[in-house]
């Protein structure tokens, strides 16, 4: 049982828009701020978004981050077969058990 | 170019140990937390263990707190991971991440592969 909920699976068409949700806590993403890490199959993580709503260098504006209170969604919009990954959103855990915190993963399928 | 290699994995009888490495690169290694993070076979990411940039600062995963520690060596850029009393469920593949004040983890490592079996 992860401390962050995320769906386990979603799915769109190429060229669609999908979100993928991540609920947490007051002591997780209500306090801290969130980041999203893209898993393509057989590889390492990779940072997607940072600080809830950054992009980093190479990471395309399909990619978008937001949070409200205590969850947050990541967005992807013109969908491709390459952006097939299990995708994890992160955030520090400011309560007694402090440490980082992973959401589950959502696996995206591009039908 | 920033990297991050880790190193030591491999296969080891429960209850046995094993030293993980991981050699920093392309970076000032002294100005940076970093950690591991792990994952089991066929499941998501774990968060292991963090230190920081000086070393004084430490946390633990409660389910490997009092059998791993974690240090670093800012004069060899180098990250350590030494696991004792290993049992099977920490079988999975352990990365060295880099932490940005601990808001994200922007680099990480490739992997290396610990099995805990008899």
């Known amino acids: 049982q992860s401390v962050l909920t995320q769906p386990p699976s979603v799915s769109a068409a190429p060229g669609q828009k999908v979100t993928i949700s991540c609920s947490g806590s007051s002591s997780t993403i209500g306090s801290n701020y969130v980041s999203w890490y893209q898993q393509l199959p057989g590889t390492a993580p990779k940072l997607l978004i940072y600080e809830n709503n950054k992009r980093p260098s190479g990471i395309p504006d399909r990619f978008s981050g937001s949070k409200s209170g205590t969850s947050a969604t990541l967005g992807i919009t013109g969908l491709q077969t390459g952006d097939e990954a299990d995708y994890y959103c992160g955030a520090w855990d400011s309560s007694l058990s402090t440490g980082w915190v992973f959401g589950g993963g959502t696996k995206l399928t591009v039908l | 170019e920033v990297q991050v290699v880790e190193s030591g994995g491999g296969l080891v009888q429960p209850g046995g140990s094993l030293r993980l490495s991981c050699a920093a690169s392309?970076?000032?290694?002294?100005?940076?937390?970093m950690n591991w993070v792990r994952q089991a076979p066929g499941k998501g990411l774990e968060w292991v263990s963090y230190i920081s940039s000086s070393g004084s600062s430490i946390y633990y995963a409660d389910s490997v707190k009092g059998r791993f520690t974690i240090s670093r060596d800012n004069a060899y850029n180098s990250l350590y991971l030494q696991m004792n009393s290993l049992r099977a469920e920490d079988t999975a593949v352990y990365y060295c991440?880099?932490?940005?004040?601990?808001?994200?983890?922007?680099?990480w490592g490739q992997g290396t592969l610990v099995t805990v079996s008899s």
């Open positions: 991440a880099r932490a940005v004040v601990m808001r994200y983890f922007d680099y």
């Open positions: 392309g970076f000032t290694f002294s100005n940076y937390e």
